[in-house]
């Protein structure tokens, strides 16, 4: 069974600085994705950046790149030059790509104020 | 493009009270999902469609949930009793198919159940 642990409920950080949201997972299957997602107060989902098992470079999106590291299973979201609108929840998200069952798992969050 | 659209936005209702919630995907999308999101948890799936067949609903309570989606195109999402747990976000989204990276989310339905 696949799941995902997000270890920090909650971070804070500077505008215009960097940061690092840890994702940790675990599965058996050999193929996979890995999402992060953004929910804002306004409650939708926004999807960010999408990494598959077998890339083999990181993915980037603009400010957000995730750095995966196959082998300590971990899948971080690094925002560069943070902004006020980034303060929102994010979650880390995976899901087994070796079947017909594309289903999302997501970790529990990690709530991110970005201060001025 | 218009983006996943959910209604009600806000539901309260008493226990043991039946309740619905709609959810309309983005056009062309195959696949919807129906995720239950408890305060402070990650979204958990309660359903997804491939079209009008059901893929997965190992994780929907069956003796009070249920779920159809008509014509391939629209969902309801029905709970009937409702209980205290059942507190939750009510999100909906689709995908244009089950493999693509991306699912777009609804704005979700919040429901309190009293």
């Known amino acids: 069974a696949q799941k995902i642990t997000q270890t920090q409920p909650g971070m804070f950080v500077q505008e215009k600085e960097a940061v690092t949201l840890d994702c940790t997972y675990d599965?058996?299957?050999?193929?996979?994705?890995l999402f992060w997602y953004k929910q804002p107060s306004s409650g939708e989902m926004i999807f960010l950046i999408y990494?598959?098992?077998?890339?083999?470079q990181n993915a980037t999106e603009g400010r957000y790149s995730l750095n995966f590291q196959k082998a300590r299973k971990s899948a971080n979201l690094v925002i560069s030059a943070s902004q006020l609108g980034d303060s929102a929840m994010y979650f880390c998200a995976m899901r087994e790509e070796g079947g017909s069952n594309y289903k999302l798992t997501f970790g529990k969050g990690t709530l991110l104020t970005v201060n001025p | 493009e218009a983006g996943v659209a959910q209604s009600p936005r806000y539901k309260i209702i008493e226990k043991r009270q039946s309740v619905a919630f709609w959810c309309n995907p983005i056009?062309?999308?195959?696949?919807l999902y129906w995720y239950q999101q408890i305060l402070g948890q990650g979204p958990k799936l309660l359903i997804q469609?491939?079209?009008?067949?059901?893929?997965?609903d190992s994780q929907l309570p069956k003796d009070r949930f249920s779920a159809e989606r008509l014509k391939g195109v629209d969902s309801t999402l029905k709970i009937q009793p409702a209980k205290l747990e059942d507190s939750a976000v009510y999100l909906c989204?689709?995908?244009?198919?089950?493999?693509?990276?991306?699912?777009?989310f609804g704005q979700g339905t919040r429901l309190t159940v009293v």
């Open positions: 056009s062309g999308h195959a696949t």
């Open positions: 989204a689709s995908s244009l198919v089950s493999q693509t990276p991306e699912a777009f």
């Open positions: 990494q598959g098992s077998y890339d083999q």
């Open positions: 469609f491939q079209n009008n067949g059901v893929v997965d």
């Open positions: 599965t058996s299957d050999p193929s996979y994705g």
